[in-house]
């Protein structure tokens, strides 16, 4: 989690590859809807981008999260390191060969078995 300088806090998504990843779901804590909703990207493409935490009375019902802002390489921002709730709990991905992946605090990156 982190604030931009204009004091909006959310979540600042990178993707250092050079490829995008698809399916992108990522669960943190901290926002108003609890561990419930994920951030979601159909496609994650390189490059660092912010999702805003939306204010709980102007929230889309089935969402909680801000819209996607690319950032550019100057921007600025600062972590939230207040608050054991302001943190990303997991992450799961699909790379850009089809693999599924989950990361989560706990137990690290692990690949997910393929449905049958």
């Not at 943190?28 to 660092?48: A, Q, S, T, Y």
Request: charge should be positive.
């Amino acid at each position: 989690m982190v604030t931009l300088e204009n004091k909006q806090w959310g979540v600042l998504v990178s993707n250092t590859s050079v490829t995008p990843f698809r399916n992108v779901d990522i669960l943190c804590g901290g926002n108003h809807l609890g561990k419930d909703k994920p951030i979601h990207f159909e496609v994650l493409p390189p490059g660092k981008c912010f999702v805003s935490s939306s204010d709980k009375s102007k929230s889309i019902p089935d969402s909680g999260w801000g819209k996607y802002i690319p950032l550019s390489e100057g921007a600025s921002w600062e972590p939230v390191m207040k608050g054991k709730e302001f943190t990303v709990i997991e992450i799961k991905f699909q790379d850009n060969i089809g693999k599924k992946w989950r990361w989560s605090s706990s137990l690290g990156i692990q690949e997910l078995a393929k449905a049958n």
